[in-house]
C-alpha cells in the first residue's frame, strides 16, 4: 500500500434528510517523535495535521490531528444529506502534501 | 581415524560460529537508519501537562459533566496502545441555533494530551464520530464536546494498556 491512498466508503443509497456515516481510511505512517537520552530525535517525520470534508462544494466536517491519532488514520463523521452529492475529503501532512479521496452518495 | 573425527567436529563448530557471525552482522546492516534531515514541517512541540492544555483550550470555562448526553466507546484494555479504537456519540442538540461546534479528545498521560479536534456545523446532523487514536498509558481518556454557545460537555474513561499484550 502506497502513502496517501484513501478510501472512503458512504452507503450505497440514502434518502433525503437522512444523516449518513463517511467511512474514510487513509494510509500514512504518522511518524512519533522518537527520544533519544531524553532529547528528541532530529529527523524528517509527518503526520498529517488536518482533515476536511466537503459536500457538493459545501465544508461539512474539520478535524485537527496530531501525532497521537493512529498509524493509517481511520475517521468516521456524519453528514446530512438533503441531495444527491459528491464528498470529498482532504487530508493534509506536515509535509505539504494533500491526499484526496471521493465518494458519490445516490437517492 | 580418531583424529580425522575429531577433525571433522571441530571444523564443523568453526563452520557454525562462522555462520552465526554472518547473521549477526546481516542484523546489524538490516538496522533501521535515522538520521535524514529536519525541515521546518512538523517540528517537534513541546511537551504538555494535562492541566496546561485544558487552560490552553478552554481558559477558565468549567467543564460540565455530560452524563449520558455525551457517550464514549472505548475498550476498557487495549492490549496495543498504538490503535485503540474511539467512538463518541453525543446526544446534543444539532440545529441552526445550538449544535456541538468541536469535540476533543484528550489523553491525560500523553505526551502532548491533546489527541484530536473534530469541528461539526449543523450539517452533520448529528455528532457522532470515531478514530483510532495512540495511548502512551494507561491513563483517563476525555472527551469534551464544545457547544456553539461554548458550554463545555466533558466525560472521561480509563482505557488500560497493557505493554507486550501479555495481558494484566
Not at chain 1, 532530529?42 to 476536511?52: C, D, L, M, T
Not at chain 1, 490531528?65 to 452529492?85: D, M, R
Not at chain 2, 459533566?65 to 485503540?84: C, F, H, Q, S, T
Not at chain 2, 452533520?124 to 461554548?150: C, H, P, Y
Amino acid at each position: 500500500m502506497s502513502v496517501g491512498q484513501v478510501r472512503i466508503r458512504v452507503p450505497e443509497k440514502a434518502k433525503p434528510g437522512e444523516v449518513v456515516t463517511v467511512r474514510v481510511l487513509v494510509t500514512h505512517p504518522m511518524e512519533t517523535l522518537e527520544f533519544k537520552g531524553g532529547k528528541p530525535v532530529v529527523k524528517n517525520y509527518s503526520y498529517i495535521h488536518r482533515i476536511e470534508a466537503t459536500y457538493n462544494g459545501r465544508k461539512v466536517f474539520e478535524a485537527e490531528t496530531t501525532q497521537a491519532v493512529s498509524q493509517n488514520p481511520l475517521l468516521a463523521f456524519p453528514i446530512k444529506v438533503s441531495e444527491p452529492g459528491t464528498v470529498r475529503v482532504t487530508f493534509h501532512d506536515t509535509d505539504g502534501k494533500t491526499y484526496t479521496g471521493q465518494a458519490d452518495i445516490k437517492f | 581415524m580418531d583424529r580425522t573425527r575429531k577433525g571433522f567436529w571441530s571444523a564443523r563448530r568453526r563452520a557454525l560460529k562462522l555462520i552465526g557471525a554472518a547473521g549477526a552482522l546481516s542484523l546489524g546492516t538490516l538496522l533501521p537508519l535515522h538520521g535524514a534531515l529536519a525541515q521546518g514541517a512538523g517540528m517537534p512541540q513541546e511537551d504538555e501537562k494535562i492541566a496546561d492544555t485544558m487552560k490552553r483550550l478552554f481558559g477558565n470555562r468549567s467543564v460540565q459533566e455530560a452524563g449520558e448526553r455525551l457517550k464514549l466507546d472505548a475498550p476498557m484494555i487495549a492490549e496495543n496502545g498504538a490503535v485503540v479504537p474511539l467512538k463518541i456519540d453525543a446526544e446534543l442538540p444539532m440545529t441552526k441555533e445550538s449544535y456541538v461546534k468541536n469535540i476533543y479528545v484528550i489523553a491525560d498521560k500523553n505526551r502532548r494530551p491533546m489527541n484530536a479536534r473534530f469541528a461539526l456545523t449543523p450539517d452533520a446532523g448529528k455528532a457522532s464520530v470515531a478514530t483510532n487514536i495512540r495511548l502512551a498509558a494507561t491513563s483517563d481518556v476525555r472527551v469534551i464536546a464544545e457547544m456553539s454557545d461554548g458550554a463545555l460537555y466533558g466525560t472521561k474513561r480509563e482505557v488500560k494498556v497493557t505493554v507486550g499484550g501479555c495481558g494484566g
